[in-house]
């Protein structure tokens, strides 16, 4: 017997037949967007179509049914037979219409398109075809590179009432290089003193309509940036409202001025984690030294766990290869914390950090001219007891006059997921030491780095060209958290630059009043190109000096490099 009879009469007594698709119809679960198999005497054919699954329905669903372009939803359909059991071996074909309004994959997964509207969604299986719509809002086209600032230009920074000028912004990514056909939209506040009309993709109006200041704002993609317009008294005697001509550009009588905005670092670090091709495990009570000095580029040196070697050691040149070598405790990065987890001092207790420490004034670790490409990872570099005042812990390149010449200068250097500090009763004169080219300073802790014997930071360079990185790290400075310049360079016309600072954050311990000596917490003598964002930047007080938390200025420190100079911050 065809299996579509078999059911109705178990539904229905046979005086009834002639009401099955009512009776059918009432048995089944609501569903307000059902298509199901038409109903014909030809059903009660054996030669017509047989369902192969007992597929009756298909449930249909999905979390959103509004999109913009780009936008991706998860449809989700279940076949059920006429009691709403599933059917999940019954395969679901997908389609959609219009393709241009969305697309959907042989799974499911619809795609908002490039043009507004609504599309249908069908799903068939067994022969069952259901539908649902969808409504797709269509978005311009995300740039390719994130809009990272916008450079504002007005033609007059100050209207009267009545008066218009025109305003311009460019798009421009992390590197300051312009983004085309990125819309720019231009509004102001309070719009009682002045409006805005978008004109173009990258032009505007603000018209002067009450005395004050308003705010102009620039948007690109989802950066805002802003400047100020100030509209003094009516721009005549006479009581009309009709706008007056547009200042043109160079203005009329009236203050022109451009706002424009600093260049952003020009080069950059690549701190990405570089795949050994030989690893070397060193054990505690090994000389540190000699295996340094056997690496080969390319190696991995690892420390063994809990393990501590006291001296000065030296990171020597090892020619031409520009494979990294990595010292690094010898734990899984589960245990230090992955690439981008910050350090911390405990942390580095239960990881049991392998120890660099100084038994004296000079470096743990420091690199010979023209040493490159070395890395250290998830070490714990410090002074013993015994190290009364320490010029610097790590040392990056050479502050001294023997680094006279941007050829003996250290570069390639990382430093990552590291704790470098001094005791709470021990003066430090400088944690780090950055005197280097293309050097990375990442996801470390730096702290105790303070000084009553001079001024004392937890990063300072001033004979390095750079690019530098530091990036989500902690850094604790007495006299400076980060300072770039103090000391005159040794390599002529050298100014630490392209640097790029994120994510930090750059403090003191309040614990430190009346203690150690404090000055700024970010301070530039010397330094071009400097991207300062993202940061917590905290605990400022009068004491060696005023107490300013940011301090920039150029200065000749002690007179012999007069080219020196802090720009483009």
Known sequence: MHPIIRTIRTLVPPVLVGLQAV??????????LLVQKPFSPDSLNPSAYVSQYGVHWIQLSMPDSSLTTGQQVQVTGIPRDIPGNAIMQAPITWSITPTNVATISPTGLVTGGSTSGTATISATADGVTRSMTITVTATAPKPSSPVHMITITANASQLKIGQSTQVTGVAKDVNGTPIANVPITWSTSPATVAT???????TGTILGKGIGTATVYAKADTVTRQIT??????ASSSSSSTPTQPVPPGGTGTLNA????????????????????????????ANLQTAINAAQPGDELLLAPGATWTGNFTLPDKGSSTAWITIRTDVPDATLGTVGTRMTPSR???AR???ILTPNNMGAIATALTAHHWRLTGLEIGGTAAAQEISGIVRFGDGSGAQNSLSLVAHDLVLDRAYVHGMATQAVRRCISLQSAKTAIVDSWISDCHSNNGDSQGIVGWNGPGPFLIQNNHIEGGHQGLFFGGSDPAIPNLNPSDITVIGNHIT??????????????????NARR???????IENVWPDAQVGYAVLLKSENQSGGAPWTQTTDV
């Open 23 to 32: 009776m059918l119809a009432s048995c089944e679960p609501v569903q307000p």
């Open 196 to 202: 805005a009309t978008t004109n173009s993709a990258t």
């Open 229 to 234: 317009i100030t509209v003094i008294d009516s």
């Open 258 to 285: 451009i706002a424009t905005m600093a260049t952003l670092p020009q080069a950059t670090v690549n701190a990405a984690y570089p795949a050994p091709t030989r690893q070397v495990r060193v054990a505690a009570g």
């Open 348 to 350: 580095a207790a239960s």
């Open 353 to 355: 950090l392998a120890k």
């Open 508 to 525: 003191r311990p309040q614990s430190w009043k009346g203690v150690w000596q404090t000055k700024t917490i970010i301070e530039s003598k």
């Open 530 to 536: 400097m991207l300062i964002e993202g940061n917590v």
